[in-house]
């Protein structure tokens, strides 16, 4: 079933609204630039798992777009990373963000694989 225009913008909606409570929770729990990694490796862990996994379109918006997107923080990375740069160094900078990079790509991959390999 394909979601109508609305349905999908109020699943993105509130899947947003949870990514982002949740996003800001995790914020609470993790101090600094920590928060940003374990934001980033959780949601690309989730996202691998909902793009592997054989859900709809309807549970693909709320859960990938809406809460993964909300959930995961590049714009927190890119300002980690700035101010990493300033405050530390560009080579310190650049080991911040090969970190998040890798862990978020790590995690894509293990939560893909493991979805994958549970329904197939």
Same mark, same amino acid.
């Given at each position: 079933?394909?979601?109508? /225009?609305? %349905?999908?913008?109020? %699943?993105?909606?509130? @899947?947003?609204?949870?990514?982002?409570?949740?996003?800001?929770?995790?914020?609470?729990?993790?101090?600094?630039?920590?928060?940003?990694?374990?934001?980033?490796? $959780?949601?690309?862990?989730?996202?691998?798992?909902?793009?592997?996994? /054989?859900?709809?379109?309807?549970?693909?918006? $709320?859960?990938?777009?809406?809460?993964?997107?909300?959930?995961?923080?590049?714009?927190?990375?890119?300002?980690?990373?700035?101010?990493? !740069?300033?405050?530390?160094?560009?080579?310190?900078? !650049?080991?911040?963000?090969?970190?998040?990079? !890798?862990?978020?790509? !790590?995690?894509?991959?293990? @939560?893909?694989? %493991?979805?994958?390999?549970?329904?197939?």
């Amino acid at each position: 079933m394909t979601a109508s /225009p609305l %349905l999908a913008t109020a %699943l993105v909606g509130v @899947g947003g609204a949870l990514g982002a409570v949740s996003r800001h929770a995790v914020g609470i729990r993790v101090e600094g630039r920590r928060s940003v990694l374990v934001v980033n490796a $959780l949601g690309s862990f989730a996202l691998g798992a909902v793009s592997a996994a /054989p859900i709809g379109s309807t549970a693909a918006l $709320l859960l990938g777009v809406g809460f993964c997107g909300a959930f995961t923080t590049f714009s927190s990375f890119a300002v980690g990373t700035v101010r990493a !740069a300033s405050e530390t160094g560009v080579r310190a900078a !650049a080991t911040v963000a090969a970190s998040n990079l !890798a862990a978020a790509l !790590a995690a894509f991959l293990l @939560g893909s694989l %493991l979805v994958a390999e549970s329904v197939g």
